[in-house]
């Protein structure tokens, strides 16, 4: 058994107990992140943490990840059906602005020059065969700089 194939064997059961565990919109979550993480990895990605959280506790981001020389904060949003709205759509105006604050502590830690990062939005879709989409360079930063 190849190594993907194996991740995805252990996704699946995981989701399995989270469902077991948690409510189901809880559980689908935590499974679109996985099936974004597994994305990432495989286009190249490399993937470096999973729920970031912002000291004191508040923001987070979904997937903090390497694109070459660029550093990319990841929100998953995960959606049975796109019949209301779009998954992107949920990545309002405030949600935007907490995401860049938390990246920004993590940018300055780091010292990573704010020119070499990026945020990307991965929704997924539920269904047999979740189908995954993945927005680059979603939106623009608080410092105007935006990546082709």
């Not at 999973?50 to 987070?60: D, L, Q, S």
Request: net charge positive.
């Amino acid at each position: 058994m190849s190594w993907r194939r194996l991740a995805q064997v252990l996704d699946s059961v995981r989701h399995h107990v989270r469902l077991r565990r948690w409510d189901r919109e809880h559980a689908w979550g935590r499974r679109a992140e996985d099936l974004a993480h597994r994305y990432l990895e495989k286009s190249g990605f490399t993937v470096v943490s999973r729920n970031y959280a912002r000291r004191g506790g508040r923001g987070e981001l979904d997937l903090v990840a390497w694109d070459g020389d660029v550093i990319v904060f990841v929100e998953v949003k995960a959606r049975s059906t796109e019949q209301y709205h779009s998954a992107e759509s949920a990545v309002d105006r405030n949600k935007r602005d907490h995401l860049i604050l938390t990246a920004s502590e993590d940018v300055r830690r780091a010292r990573i020059p704010w020119d070499r990062v990026r945020f990307d939005i991965v929704t997924v879709i539920a269904g047999d065969q979740p189908l995954l989409t993945h927005i680059r360079d979603a939106f623009a930063t608080r410092r105007g700089t935006r990546h082709a």
